[in-house]
């Protein structure tokens, strides 16, 4: 990863010589807002959007980052030109920022923030088969944080559930990814996706009390507005998913994937639903890419 260069707190520097201090918040106690785009055709997707839920993030967080929001956005873009030399061999790229509150012992001692941005391949290989099999998901007993403890609005490092979660889904079901669940037993989110499930031709997600506010959350929206497809924001059980006519995920990586197993349950007929293919198909034509094929084509590499 030497050949790809990072930003860190005004200086760009060789990736693998970006650097953390032990005593940064952003690394002991996991003190750090991040937001992660990526790339369509070398070019990057929605970066106002991310930037802009980075911005409120900090400001929830109250951490100063020592650049404007314009500023940031443009020195994202020009992580992107600084790495297109790369572009080839990557295929796409995904671009990382991050702020920590920066070193010390209490948090309002910290008045030094660290200021990171990162570019690197989207790894296509762990997720392309996706498009054609669906991934396969467990309901985990680690349950998302509490929103009346951490707003799950903030973009944050403090994702310890995250890991559980997913080591929790691995031991049920092999390469299964999680959907927590809040204090009642509703469904939330996956460990860095949003969950949706089709029934009856409605896409229904749960409301954002306690998920992300999703840039590929709203995307999906928006698709779904464009092709005449009822959205719903409710509160979701197991019951609902294990019935469900199709299951899919959403993220900056991934786009959306078709979700075919849930807790070993096979999902509608066990293949990628035609709602779920209808919008990826969408989403392909807004960004010119056809992600299923572009995905296999570099994942398979």
Not at 23 to 45: A, H, M, P
Not at 167 to 174: F, G, K, M, R, S
Request: charged share 25%.
């Amino acid at each position: 990863m030497g050949d790809y260069v990072a930003y860190q707190n005004g200086d760009w520097i060789r990736l693998d010589e970006l650097r953390i201090d032990a005593l940064d918040r952003g690394f002991f106690i996991g003190d750090t807002i991040y937001e992660v785009e990526r790339t369509f055709n070398g070019k990057s997707f929605r970066m106002k959007e991310h930037v802009d839920r980075l911005y409120r993030s900090l400001k929830y967080a109250r951490i100063e980052p020592g650049l404007s929001v314009d500023e940031f956005a443009d020195v994202s873009e020009e992580a992107i030109s600084r790495n297109r030399h790369m572009l080839s061999e990557a295929g796409e790229f995904n671009i990382h920022q991050f702020v920590t509150r920066g070193p010390g012992r209490h948090a309002w001692m910290a008045d030094t923030p660290t200021v990171g941005i990162r570019v690197n391949p989207v790894d296509f290989h762990n997720f392309y088969r996706a498009y054609d099999e669906g991934m396969r998901a467990v309901i985990t007993r680690t349950r998302s944080y509490s929103p009346e403890a951490l707003d799950p609005k903030i973009k944050h490092y403090s994702r310890m559930n995250f890991s559980l979660a997913e080591l929790e889904a691995h031991d049920v079901d092999p390469g299964a990814m999680p959907i927590l669940r809040d204090e009642r037993g509703s469904i939330t989110e996956g460990s860095g996706y949003n969950a949706f499930i089709v029934t009856d031709g409605v896409i229904r997600s749960p409301a954002d009390r306690s998920i992300l506010q999703g840039v590929s959350r709203q995307m999906v929206y928006e698709l779904a507005q464009q092709l005449h497809i009822p959205v719903a924001e409710e509160d979701l059980e197991p019951y609902d998913v294990y019935t469900a006519d199709e299951v899919f995920f959403s993220t900056t990586p991934w786009c959306l994937v078709p979700v075919t197993s849930v807790d070993r349950r096979q999902v509608g007929d066990g293949k990628p639903g035609e709602i779920t293919n209808r919008l990826l198909a969408a989403w392909g034509e807004m960004v010119g890419v056809d992600i299923a094929g572009q995905a296999a084509r570099i994942g398979s590499r």
